[in-house]
């Protein structure tokens, strides 16, 4: 798709986003994009590899395919539903989904997140394969590991894990994060978070990656309270659950996480009314704060930073060729990437 589009490997960061089955791996993304991009159930609704390039230029997702016979169309408005059609099926070859990802800052390089199947999906074997293929395409760049903070340690996690903690052994220029999602359907009374943690830690050690950076998250949370501050509209379901996570991680003495800075917050005192009661902008951003997702943003803006003269995987042949336009608008991509300035969390 980059060699198609004539966009240089050279100026992204690729982001591998990888896990088990139902660790909230596409809510996540869809937490860091700050809406619902990507399909999120509580069964296999990836199929495919989804690229999501950040680009500060860009006001609204837009989306870049390729079919089988090598037609390219660009579709002005991404939405859930294309991208789950796109998963189901074969017509569509790639697509990368382009906007602004507001959490994240880009340097010299611009953050491409690459959501990958579930690997341990019975009912498709390819899933695993697509995720392999993945990893193997990339020598170096960031691997975001998501687990599941309900179930870890399964038979399927630790398989996974060894092959992780190979590829970091034979690409050592390669980062990795853990993010322990979920964290807000763990019982504090029945195990405490920093005791989980710590098992984690002790857990992903065991399997060959040593000093883990481990962030406790709620993904879900998270979307939620971007989603009100974006001015988003919620469903019933997601307005209660709005009033039951922001209870959740506002009560006084819990957060998970210590530190955290945010970009812009506009008029702090600002109310905003969800499912009859009111909220200020201040305080839905303390909670989002404590979900942990602020934190993880952060630790990717900090390897942004810091490989910022990474090497980009190599194209083996390069096409001087315009994208053919296709079904959707005939614009092409916007090469110029902008250079975020001073967002702050």
Known sequence: MFEKLNFSLNRVYP?????????????????LVGQDLLPSRNRACTAKAV??????????????????????????????KIIADFNQTNDVQEMIIEGEIKGIRNSKKSLLLIDTPGINNSMDLAHEQVTKSVLDEYPEGLILYVINAQQIGTYDDCNFLSMIAKKLRDNPNFNILFAINKMDLIDPEKERPEDLVENCKNYIQARGIENPVLIPISAGSALLFKKVLNGDGLSELEEENFVRDYKYFRREGFSLVDYVSFPERGNGMELIEIDGNQYTRSAIYAALENTGLPALENKIDEILVRNAKMRAPRITQRRQTKPKSGSGSKKGINKKTKRKSTKRR
């Open 15 to 31: 982001t591998l986003v990888v896990s088990t089955m139902s660790s909230g791996k596409s809510t996540l993304i869809n937490a």
């Open 51 to 80: 690229a999501i390039l950040d680009n500060d230029m860009k006001s609204e997702f837009v989306i870049h395919a390729v079919d089988r016979d090598g037609k390219y169309s660009l579709l002005e408005k991404a939405t859930k």
